[in-house]
Nanobody, 130 residues
C-alpha cells in the first residue's frame, strides 16, 4: 500500500525557516519522483518543486526559487523540503505526492499535471505570520 506522510509544519515568522518531511512507504523511493504541492486558502493547489529520482530537481514556481530546496534520502524513504525566507503568502497546506501508476518514474516531468499524481499525503499546515 502506497503511503506518504508529511510532518514538520507549524507557525513561522516572516523571514524564518521551516523544514518539512515526507515519509514514504509501499513503493521504492529511488524509482520515482516526488512533487511538493501546496494549497493556500481560497486558491487552487499548485505543485512547486519536484524531488527527482533521475536527473535534476525541477521547480515549477518562481515564487519559491532561491528560498525552497528539496532533498531525499532513498535509504530512509524520506523526502525533505527546506523553506527559508518565508513570506506570509507561503501560508498553505503542504502535500507531497507521487504516481503509483508510474507516471513519474523517469524523473521530474517538464510540465506538471496534477492528474498524474494518484498518491498523496494528508498534508501539513504551514502558517507564516508575525
Amino acid at each position: 500500500q502506497v503511503q506518504l506522510v508529511e510532518s514538520g509544519g507549524g507557525l513561522a515568522q516572516p523571514g524564518g525557516s521551516l523544514s518539512l518531511s515526507c515519509a514514504v512507504s509501499g513503493f521504492t523511493l529511488y524509482q520515482t519522483a516526488i512533487v511538493w504541492f501546496r494549497q493556500a486558502p481560497g486558491k487552487e493547489r499548485e505543485g512547486f518543486v519536484c524531488s527527482s529520482n533521475s536527473g535534476p530537481d525541477r521547480y515549477y514556481s518562481d515564487s519559491v526559487k532561491g528560498r525552497f530546496t528539496t532533498s531525499r534520502d532513498n535509504r530512509k524513504n524520506m523526502v525533505y523540503l527546506q523553506m527559508h525566507s518565508l513570506k506570509p503568502e507561503d501560508t498553505a497546506v503542504y502535500y507531497c505526492a507521487t504516481s503509483a501508476a508510474g507516471a513519474v518514474i523517469g524523473g521530474c516531468p517538464l510540465y506538471l499535471q496534477e492528474a498524474d499524481f494518484d498518491s498523496w499525503g494528508q498534508g501539513t499546515q504551514v502558517t507564516v505570520s508575525s
